[in-house]
């Protein structure tokens, strides 16, 4: 019995010890060091956190591990101490919650025993303090997707210790610091996407165990050094996309596993060195001005997996290749390298993926062997721009990006295609496809894009587009012979961007139970039988994104559809949803490093002064309203002037009535306005003559009458704006008002701008063909230089580097670089 009370009098004791330990240990003596806790206490209240769980680890908070006065540092989320000492050794900070900035007498660089330092993926602007220098512990430093910018600080012959360092994502510029070269312990630097300048220093001393160098996506110039090329450890090296130039020298890393170059200025051939990498698994050279012959055979030493020679002025010569094994081949770009054949060396590459032969030279057939070739892997096929004559099957169940467009390929589209369920991108488009639209394409479940414009496809177009899990973004039948009405399941597509049935036989009438796509930008119905009038908007959220509304050449009647043009949120906000300077829908599928497998951007035809252009890229600030060639009536509605972000206006060749609105000089991004050949009368609001953006304006055949407004964008116009006017008067006509005292000769600038007019356009009918929205550019800059800016940006390096990072972040979001 004793024992028994015993017994149990020395559990409860031990219990109580248990519970009481820890307590007492942690109310007298915090582990942490308190500077080190006070430091980090000011450090995380020098940012504003804007997260509703626990700003570390971007989990609920739990109360032990919250960053709380009086509580063990050491304990808290992201911080590691030294269990000895007491300091702060690891400092984690990954959830994305900081946004400020870090001073230069921040208390983070009063921990000096920090060894690893990550604020990973969080949203710091800023400079990065050069009292960073402080913390001459560190060996691992991370401070990639931020926000940092300015130059970075020349600081690292102090931070000797370092072997990890990533700035990936982040905006710093300038020369990379030249202390940075000397660190003799690095093994992994991380720059890429930000926008470090200038070139590369010739000489360096340290970098010796440097294993991968990331350096993409950068303004980097100057040639690639020596030292680059035969660092004795590195095993990646990413240099693509910066502004390198000059030859790509002899390599000698003897480690090296993945070269990354596209994307630059290199010149030159290939040097010999290359065909000895025995451990290349990567070698990316795409989009230089490389030249020379290439034979493939050479490249039979290497490890190669991937190897993208595409869009360089390289000729590829496949002679005694098939004599040769590439056992791990598996992604080949060859697009623009003057192939005349399909090589005969695919037959063995059992694990093809990817090939891109796009933009060569390679006719007739496709072979039968051909389709033999990567039958359960490819995923991807690019044989646009050949001159293909047939392709009668597509025994590639897992691909997934298929782009034939550009070629001579005829007979039907074999339903085949639809084994293949995995499809997302199709692009048949510029063929001569005939036959009907296999009824179950449009019904695979992960497809986005639908190009098959410029065909000569016929039937009624289907109407299997599924209602589940619907995720295509653009549909193209542009320009083929397909008839019926439209499919009312196009409705089920709700995440369409883009729909252009254009230059078609269907009959319809409008198809307003479309309003209701939340996504819709681009609506093209242009040149078909659609008739009737446009019944009124239903709701007051009709159409919510559209920019593009072309429903020109047709039978429609009635007076102009106002309440849709009311509801045209998209162009009548004076804020902007989206930068102006993306594209409306682009897709890039690409690796990590940048290598694209796949893209696609939308194009659509358009006619400006009578001449029917592509716009190879829609960028997201193009807004056009075509109603023309149709039967339309009575007044233009005032609340056409709500349309404030509207670039073209074509209203000409139907039967509308009444004077010109004077809310049309509220449309102040107008850059072509053609009322034409309508039974238009009163006189030209002379406010018009405040669009500064207006370069092409046609009045003609109305019934217009009195003096033709003067000054400003008025001067550039010539005659052919207002003839078939009986009524009109004044310059640049010939016909004088009545009260006026003179007349006068148009001004020579007039005469002369007309003739410069002529010279742009004719090229860009004549020159162009699929590509002519050079020549657009062109005869903007002509005839209206500097003023409208978007279109001029389209080409301009802005934007490329803008696409690109976008691109980037995107694609950085499936995979770290490392
Ligand atoms: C840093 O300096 C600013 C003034 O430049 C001062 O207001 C701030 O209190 C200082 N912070 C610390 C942690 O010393
Ligand atoms: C970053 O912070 C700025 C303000 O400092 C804010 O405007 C911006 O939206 C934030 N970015 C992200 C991605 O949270
Ligand atoms: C990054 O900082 C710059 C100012 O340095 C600011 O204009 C920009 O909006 C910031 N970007 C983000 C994504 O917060
Ligand atoms: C770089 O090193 C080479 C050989 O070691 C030398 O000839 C050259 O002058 C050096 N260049 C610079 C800029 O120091
Ligand atoms: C590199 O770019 C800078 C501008 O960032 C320019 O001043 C310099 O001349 C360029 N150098 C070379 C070699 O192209
Ligand atoms: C390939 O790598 C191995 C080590 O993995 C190395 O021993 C060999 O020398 C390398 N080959 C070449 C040609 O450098
Ligand atoms: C490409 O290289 C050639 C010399 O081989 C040069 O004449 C040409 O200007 C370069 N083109 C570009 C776009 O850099
Ligand atoms: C393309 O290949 C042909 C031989 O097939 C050759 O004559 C021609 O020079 C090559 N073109 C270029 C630009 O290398
Ligand atoms: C498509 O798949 C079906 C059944 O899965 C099969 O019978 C047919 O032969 C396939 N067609 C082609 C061309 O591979
Ligand atoms: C479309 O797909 C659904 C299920 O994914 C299927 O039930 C339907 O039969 C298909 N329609 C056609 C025309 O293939
Ligand atoms: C639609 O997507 C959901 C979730 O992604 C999936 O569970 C479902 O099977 C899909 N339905 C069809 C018909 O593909
Ligand atoms: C196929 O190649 C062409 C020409 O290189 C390119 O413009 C197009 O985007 C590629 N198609 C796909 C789907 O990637």
């Known amino acids: 019995m004793a024992g028994w009370v015993l017994l149990n009098i020395s559990i409860m004791c031990f219990l109580l010890l248990l519970s009481g330990f820890p307590s007492y240990s942690a109310s007298s003596k915090l582990l942490c060091n308190p500077d080190d806790s006070s430091a980090l206490l000011q450090f995380k209240s020098s940012f504003t956190i804007y997260c509703t769980s626990d700003f570390v680890n971007c989990r609920p908070p739990s109360p032990t591990a919250s960053w709380e006065i009086g509580t063990d540092c050491c304990s808290w989320d992201g911080v590691t101490c030294d269990t000895m000492s007491g300091h702060v050794i690891q400092l984690e900070l990954g959830c994305g919650c900081l946004h400020g900035q870090i001073p230069p007498n921040s208390t983070l660089f009063h921990l000096t025993h920090l060894w690893r330092l990550r604020l990973d993926s969080n949203n710091i602007s800023g400079e990065l303090p050069s009292s960073i220098s402080n913390l001459q512990q560190l060996i691992y430093l991370d401070v990639s997707w931020n926000n940092f910018s300015g130059q970075l600080p020349d600081v690292f012959g102090k931070l000797s ?18 202390s940075l070269f000397d660190l003799t312990q690095l093994s ?20 010796s165990k440097l294993t991968e160098l990331t350096l993409a996506d950068n303004l980097l110039n100057g040639t690639i050094p020596f030292w680059c090329l035969s660092l004795p450890s590195l095993g990646t090296l990413w240099l693509n996309n910066n502004q390198f130039t000059g030859h790509i020298g002899e390599i000698s890393a003897p480690l090296l596993r993945a070269l990354y170059l596209s994307g630059n200025k290199l010149q030159g051939s290939l040097p010999e060195s290359i065909f000895d990498l025995e451990n290349l698994s990567v070698l990316s050279l795409s989009s230089n001005n490389l030249s020379g012959q290439v034979n493939f055979h050479l490249f039979c030493k290497l490890n190669l997996y991937l190897l993208s020679l595409s869009k360089n002025r390289l000729s590829v ?17 060859l697009s623009s390298t003057n192939i005349t054949n399909f090589p005969k060396l695919l037959t063995q590459l059992e694990r093809l993926e990817y090939l891109d032969l796009s933009d060569n030279r390679i006719q007739g057939e496709v072979p039968k062997w051909f389709y033999e070739i990567g039958k359960n892997s490819l995923t991807s096929l690019n044989l646009s721009k050949n001159l293909l004559t047939s392709m009668e099957q597509f025994p590639w169940n897992n691909l997934e990006h298929l782009d034939l467009s550009s070629n001579l390929l005829s007979g039907d ?19 001569k496809f005939t036959g009907i639209i296999p009824e179950c394409l449009l019904n695979l479940s992960s497809l986005t894009v ?5 065909n000569q496809l016929y039937g009624i177009l289907p109407g299997s587009f599924s209602k589940q899990n619907n995720t295509l973004t653009s549909l193209n039948f542009n320009s ?10 196009l409705a089920h597509c709700t995440m369409l961007k883009l729909l252009d049935v254009g230059k078609n036989q269907i009959k319809d009438t409008f198809p307003y139970w479309l309003q209701t796509l939340p996504e819709l930008r681009v609506l093209v119905l242009r040149a078909n039988k659609f008739y009737g009038v446009i019944t009124d908007a239903k709701s007051n959220n009709s159409f919510p994104k559209l920019r593009v ?36 829908n682009n897709v890039f599928i690409e690796d990590t490093a940048g290598v694209i497998y796949a893209s696609y951007e939308d194009s659509i035809q358009v006619t400006i002064k009578g001449v029917d252009m592509v716009l190879e890229k829609i960028i997201t600030s193009l807004a056009i309203i075509d109603l023309s060639n149709n039967r339309f009536q009575e007044k233009i509605p005032q609340i056409i002037g709500k349309l404030q972000q509207l670039k073209w206006l074509n209203l000409s060749h139907n039967k509308l009535t009444g004077a010109i609105p004077k809310s049309i000089q509220n449309l102040k991004n107008l850059e072509s306005l053609d009322l034409s050949s309508n039974m ?14 207006l370069s092409v304006l046609n009045f003609s055949e109305n019934h217009l009458v009195g003096k033709i407004p003067q000054g400003k964008q008025f001067n550039t116009f010539s005659n052919n704006s207002y003839e078939g006017n009986v009524g009109l008067c004044g310059p640049p006509l010939s016909r004088k008002c009545n009260n006026e005292p003179s007349g006068e000769s148009p001004p020579s600038l007039i005469s002369h701008n007309e003739e410069k007019i002529g010279f742009s356009w004719k090229p860009v009918a004549i020159g162009y063909g699929c590509g002519m929205v050079f020549g657009v550019i062109l005869g903007y800059r002509v005839f209206s230089t500097g003023k409208p800016q978007w279109l001029v940006r389209i080409f301009g390096g802005e934007l490329n580097r803008r696409a690109r990072r976008t691109r980037t972040r995107s694609r950085a979001n499936h995979g770290r670089m490392h």
């Open 161 to 178: 210790k370092l072997t990890f360092l990533d700035l990936t994502m982040n905006n710093f510029e300038g020369q990379l610091p030249s």
């Open 188 to 207: 992994n630097l991380y720059c890429s996407s930000n926008k470090f300048t200038g070139p590369l220093p010739e000489n360096i001393t340290g970098f």
């Open 317 to 333: 010569n496949f002679e005694y290749s098939e004599n040769y094994i590439f056992p791990r081949l598996a992604r080949i770009g």
């Open 413 to 431: 589209i074999s339903s085949s295609i639809c084994n293949a369920s995995k499809l997302e991108i199709v692009k048949l488009s510029r063929n």
């Open 450 to 454: 639908l190009d098959l414009q410029q």
């Open 480 to 489: 083929n012979q397909l008839e019926g009405p439209l499919p009312r399941t």
């Open 549 to 584: 509304f072309d429903v020109s050449d047709n039978n429609l009647s009635g007076p102009l559809p106002a309440a849709y043009i009311r509801n045209f949120k998209a162009i009548t906000n004076a804020v902007q949803e989206e930068s102006s300077l993306q594209y409306m």
């Open 680 to 693: 238009l009368t009163g006189e030209i609001p002379a406010q018009l003559s405040n669009l500064n953006f």
